[in-house]
């Protein structure tokens, strides 16, 4: 049997979060495929409820990315989104979910080097941590 | 009604079609639900092609299209408005980028991008669904002022550069000095208050005694730094210790200072945040070197945490050393300090060699100066953020240099950080240039994706007021929150942190951006 894929949902600002990720496709480095980026407008619009229905909905892991904290397009609104994030682990964690699932990360877009980085990252934790519950159907 | 779709796949570029089925893609297209053309475009941003595009879109009464193409803001916007020819409204055109997300990062696995593309193209149409057409708006802009507050360098440089794209500059100078420039000069005036937002403001100001009201189009802050009011340990223990600027304009009018001459960075060594910016460096080593060439018998010492001579500067550095400046680094372990009962020695611990120096001076001169006090009352009155030193703190760096996160007010100068002359006047001529094409457009452009409140589901905790930058959300005449969609810039902070979640955010609402991650968590690949 082929060795699993992991599912990876990538909520991206579409300021800096998405312009890094571009930047780093075209400097021509390579990811792994399993991500899914989705576009919001800024990581302040990410709601817990956007992350734990895309774990509902079979991700492994799912991270967040947004502007760097001090140069934040919406000024305020990757501190906005981190503290999201940080509830909603907090959440992960009570219900008995490992919170290393979910991960917000910021970066400029002038970074190419953040994005691949990142999704290495990411895909690490759900190879290692693999489906959730252990992959029985729930 | 039913959605009427249409899909166009871009192969512009060679790397989509090299990897992709496009055959494949436009396939699963034209079966889906509510597609009703599929088009392929060799070169969508080209105008006869587009034409085609939109002629087939108007036959067919195409209300809403989906692009699959390359980065969004590399699209040419003539694509808009050849959809808007179509009756196609603006918001109702989702571009979705494959060229990136898929093509370009997965190039050695060709099926897995297949399978991503397929995804992307269901999701895009699952969300297409559930958009709604937007209109923007537009209001007048009710008068043409430019306010300047600080009638400084940057200040004057500012409304230079305002006038000359026809607005009305109002200086507001806090002194009593008179000045050369275009526009109205109010001295002994303050900035107290301000209401409105960019294109519309109101402001509170006090000139002289009288407290007047005042429309203004834009807001550019020029305060410049606090010399006046310094209160830093090494300007406290000696008294007559001048700024750079002020020993330099000594310096032209003949006056010779009284020797050895001790350039020290910053009045406030041992403070939290040490800044040595561009005035320290390039102003002092150019001070440096005249004071040496009148007066080549005169010590100098120039004292610093770190110097950021680069450029040309670095030339100005070498022949500073030539003519015999001493340069003397320190770092946190031994900061510059002087005894106030013995104010003409200053003693420092040299980072090269470790010894400490007792440096006997005449003229102690500061490079640095510190932020302005006043600063914390203008942004109070214009409710903007300031950075941690006290100075003004600016928008995205990249993006808006002179301009703060609040659209329509601007910074230059050294009201930011402490900067030389020569570039506080660049920052202001800057800063007057945005403020002057800001007031040029005459109309605020508003609406599209903003924010909505649903009154009903409304609990007024002023959750969404403490939380956005741009102090759109406000309670209402109903004792709810309601969004003033002027000042709405569309980032959706108000509406992720609401807690009745009565907030939605035009075309970025929870099920669409729900939606997109399901429908694409269902491919496999």
């Not at chain 2, 803001?73 to 918001?91: H, M």
Request: aromatic residues 6%; glycine residues 8%.
């Amino acid at each position: 049997m082929a060795e699993r894929k992991p599912k990876i949902v990538g909520f991206c600002c579409e300021r800096h979060g998405m312009d890094a990720a571009v930047l780093s496709a075209r400097s021509g480095k390579q990811t792994d495929a399993s991500v899914r980026l989705v576009q919001v407008p800024c990581t302040g619009r990410v709601d817990g409820i956007h992350l734990l229905k895309a774990f509902e909905d079979g991700a492994d892991a799912v991270f967040v990315l947004g502007c760097l904290e001090k140069n934040c397009y919406y000024d305020t609104g990757s501190i906005e989104g981190r503290k999201r994030v940080n509830y909603v682990k907090q959440m992960l964690t009570e219900v008995g979910i490992e919170n290393e699932r979910l991960e917000m990360f910021n970066a400029a877009s002038t970074n190419a080097w953040a994005y691949p980085e990142i999704v290495s990252k990411m895909v690490q934790v759900a190879k290692k941590l693999g489906p959730i519950g252990g992959g029985e159907k729930q | 009604m039913k959605a009427k779709i249409q899909v166009v796949l871009c192969k512009c570029c060679t790397e989509v079609p090299a990897l992709l089925d496009i055959e494949k893609l436009r396939k699963l297209a034209s079966e889906s639900n509510n597609v009703l053309s599929v088009r392929t475009a060799d070169a969508m941003c080209d105008g006869k092609e587009l034409a085609a595009v939109v002629d087939e879109a108007k036959a067919k009464e195409i209300d809403r299209a989906v692009v699959l193409a390359c980065h969004k803001k590399d699209i040419s916007p003539g694509l808009l408005k050849a959809y808007k020819r179509a009756r196609v409204n603006e918001f109702l055109v989702d571009v979705v980028n494959i060229r990136e997300e898929v093509v370009l990062t997965h190039v050695n696995e060709p099926e897995r991008a297949q399978a991503k593309a397929e995804a992307k193209l269901k999701a895009a149409l699952a969300r297409s669904v559930l958009l709604s057409p937007l209109e923007k708006q537009t209001e007048e802009m009710k008068t043409k002022n430019v306010v300047i507050v600080g009638a400084g360098v940057s200040g004057q440089a500012a409304a230079h550069e305002a006038a000359k794209a026809g607005a009305h500059t109002v200086l507001l100078e806090k002194t009593g000095k008179s000045l050369k420039v275009p526009g109205v000069i109010l001295t002994h005036a303050q900035l107290l208050g301000a209401s409105g937002y960019g294109g519309n403001f109101q402001l509170r100001i006090k000139a002289g005694e009288k407290i007047e009201e005042l429309g203004a189009a834009a807001v550019v802050i020029a305060t410049g730094g606090g010399w006046t009011t310094l209160k830093a340990p090494l300007a406290k223990a000696v008294k007559d210790a001048l700024p750079l600027y002020k020993f330099y304009e000594q310096m032209q009018t003949g006056v010779a200072p009284r020797g050895p001459v001790v350039i020290v960075d910053t009045p406030d060594p041992s403070g939290k945040t040490m800044k040595v910016q561009d005035y320290a460096w390039d102003d002092s080593l150019e001070t440096a070197i005249d004071l040496k060439k009148k007066s080549p018998d005169i010590q100098v010492y120039v004292v610093f945490q770190e110097m950021r001579a680069s450029g040309l500067s670095e030339l100005a550095y070498k022949q500073a050393a030539d003519m015999g400046v001493k340069f003397v680094r320190y770092d946190k372990s031994g900061m510059p300090k002087v005894d106030p009962k013995n104010p003409t020695v200053l003693s420092v611990r040299d980072f090269a060699q470790g010894e400490i120096l007792n440096l006997k001076f005449g003229t102690l001169v500061f490079a640095s100066i510190p932020p302005n006090q006043d600063n914390k009352v203008i942004a109070d009155a214009l409710r903007i953020p300031m950075s941690v030193d006290g100075g003004i703190r600016r928008g995205s760096i990249q993006r808006w240099p002179v301009s703060t996160p609040k659209p329509g007010i601007f910074v230059c100068g050294s009201a930011l950080f402490p900067k030389s002359r020569a570039v506080a006047k660049e920052e202001g001529a800057a800063a007057g240039a945005m403020a002057g094409e800001f007031v040029r457009r005459g109309v605020i452009d508003y609406g599209g994706v903003v924010a909505q409140v649903t009154q009903e589901k409304c609990s007024a905790c002023l959750t969404c007021i403490r939380t956005c930058p741009y102090e759109a959300p406000f309670i209402g005449t109903a004792s709810k929150a309601e969004i003033k969609i002027q000042a709405c810039q569309g980032c959706g902070m108000c509406v992720g942190i609401c807690p009745s979640k009565a907030i939605e955010l035009h075309n970025h609402t929870d099920d669409q951006i729900m939606e997109e991650s399901r429908v694409l968590l269902g491919g496999d690949f």
